[in-house]
């Protein structure tokens, strides 16, 4: 599968928001990672940097764009397929850039910290609000979210991005993460789950 772009949301869950302190968007937060980042979630283990303070996991779903998008689109049209995702944030190194009025994007785009799960068909907006999402830590339950809570929905997100950046075929966008973000260690394990099927997992090296 082609990916040209990867597009993320900050912020679009009150609660997660609400955790770290920071202010509640009046629209959506947009920033972006390198596709040098994705990585698979297929059982086999994962590095991250060692020496550049606390890495914090934020569980996501990510929608892929799979037709061509022309204004007046709706998200059933465009969305052909989905995966959850982990954006991975550089936490110590992120709160320096904020305060020095940096882009994010050396917290968020380093190697490795766009955790992808494979993607399957996309059964359309109103068949994922009937279903959670959750992120399992070393066999416990750390992040548990659903869209029914999303501040800002996947039209929304969507329309946001193709008129700031255009959005095309190939393009995935994480779409952002409920509360329960934390730190990750050596030899942690974590598990991506749809309701309750396992999409996929990884090993912190």
Request: aromatic share 10%; hydrophobic share 40%.
């Amino acid at each position: 599968m082609n990916i040209r772009n990867i597009f993320c949301i900050g912020r679009n869950y009150a609660a997660h928001a609400a955790e770290l302190g920071n202010a509640i968007p009046e629209s959506p937060i947009l920033f972006s990672k390198p596709t040098h980042a994705l990585v698979k979630a297929n059982g086999e283990a994962v590095s991250f940097p060692s020496n550049q303070g606390e890495i914090h996991h934020e569980l996501e779903i990510v929608l892929y764009i799979g037709k061509k998008v022309s204004d007046g689109f709706k998200a059933d049209d465009v969305v052909t397929k989905m995966a959850l995702g982990i954006d991975f944030t550089l936490r110590d190194l992120q709160s320096e850039l904020k305060k020095q009025g940096y882009p994010w994007l050396r917290a968020k785009g380093f190697k490795n910290s766009a955790i992808i799960t494979d993607f399957w068909d996309f059964p359309g907006v109103n068949a994922c609000k009937e279903t959670d999402f959750s992120l399992f830590k070393n066999g416990e339950r750390v992040q548990h979210g659903n869209i029914n809570l999303m501040m800002f929905d996947f039209q929304s997100i969507l329309e946001h991005i193709h008129r700031e950046f255009g959005l095309a075929e190939g393009d995935i966008v994480y779409t952002g993460t409920p509360e329960g973000v934390g730190p990750i260690a050596n030899k942690d394990e974590f598990v991506l789950m749809w309701g309750n099927e396992e999409k996929g997992r990884f090993i912190v090296s």
